[in-house]
């Protein structure tokens, strides 16, 4: 099943001509899963050919402005899409209020299905609103093993990391995927191309003229692949905390808001440097890092972070608006 990510901005603080700010988007079963909304991030959203009517998860990492401005100005543009497909936005406490003065002031609907989940990590728990109306949560739970959201395919992950607001990192995990599929084994057992296929196809057990299959024993799938991860930073001075979160990602999306030069300045500010991200990726034992979240001053010579994050971590590379990857 394939799995990309499309960045959609890639600008610290301030938005330049090539750089919008921050916000990247997975596609992954016919859903999008966007990490953090900056401000007009919907037009990169249309450049880099999102549709506007799929299911959606927003996760919001922090509220300083370059990571939420953007959010309500899509929602609005949702509203006049008739949208019908379901979206929840996750994020930390205080996001329905966010939402609900847009409502409340700038009259801001929403016909299609809208869930706000604030995550408390002073509880431990997810609480639920429905709709952008209604000011009391529909539920709350607990959360367990920092596990946001699970379906059968994947899960999300949060941690709580060190900025000037509260921060939350979070990691798409896959599942473990069926193993390949041997199509031939299937004709030797004479099972007709049928739903019987896609049953075997995920790896479960089939009745057929009257003999369990079990595709695992039959050869007719390989052994399990293990399932793919992406973990993104938000803001950050480098906690512990992501690491555990992050390990073995195959791609960890990292702010790199300084150059080494600047540590001083990333400390006092609460960020990370482009070495700071590279360390994580090695402490994580990430396969790939990319750099994000680039200041203004280094419009001219961003390369430089990428150089320096490269000494620690080779597999770098740096985020520019709309670099598509695709992760085998
Ligand atoms: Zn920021
Ligand atoms: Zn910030």
Not at 26 to 45: P, S, T, V
Not at 69 to 75: K, N, Q, S, T
Not at 161 to 166: C, L, N
Not at 195 to 210: C, I, R, T
Request: with cysteine.
């Amino acid at each position: 099943m394939s799995l990309d990510l499309i960045i959609l901005g890639s600008s610290a603080a301030t938005p330049t001509r090539e750089r919008n700010l921050s916000s990247i988007a997975l596609r992954y079963r016919n859903q999008i899963i966007l990490f953090d909304c900056g401000e007009d991030f919907q037009r990169r959203f249309a450049e880099a050919g999102l549709k506007f009517n799929k299911p959606l998860m927003i996760f919001i990492s922090h509220f300083h402005g370059d990571h939420i401005i953007g959010l309500p100005g899509f929602l609005f543009r949702l509203s006049l899409n008739e949208r019908t497909a379901p979206l929840s936005v996750f994020g930390p406490r205080n996001l329905f209020l966010y939402l609900y003065t847009h409502y409340k002031i700038l009259g801001l609907k929403a016909k299609y299905p809208i869930k706000i989940v604030e995550i408390d990590y002073t509880t431990g728990e997810l609480i639920e609103f429905e709709g952008l109306e209604s000011e009391t949560p529909k539920t709350t739970s607990k959360i367990t093993d920092k596990i946001i959201f699970d379906t059968k395919y994947f899960s999300m992950k949060f941690a709580l990391v060190d900025h000037s607001v509260i921060t939350y990192a979070y990691s798409f995990i896959e599942k473990p995927r069926p193993g390949k599929f041997n199509p031939e084994r299937v004709r030797e057992l004479a099972i007709p191309e049928s739903h019987l296929w896609s049953k075997l196809q995920e790896g479960q057990m089939v009745e057929f003229n009257g003999k369990e299959i079990d595709p695992n024993k039959e050869g007719i799938v390989g052994p399990k692949r293990p399932g793919r991860k992406i973990t993104y930073s938000g803001d950050l001075r480098p906690t512990k905390s992501l690491i555990d979160l992050g390990k073995n990602s195959d791609i960890l999306i990292h702010e790199a808001t300084f150059a080494v030069k600047l540590a001083e300045i990333a400390k006092e500010k609460k960020h990370s440097t482009s070495t700071d991200a590279a360390m994580d990726a090695k402490e994580m034992n990430a396969k790939q890092l990319i750099l994000t979240h680039i200041s203004t001053r280094y419009q001219e010579d961003a390369l430089k972070l990428l150089e320096e994050a490269k000494e620690i971590f080779p597999n770098t590379i740096l985020a520019e608006d709309l670099l598509k990857i695709e992760l085998k």
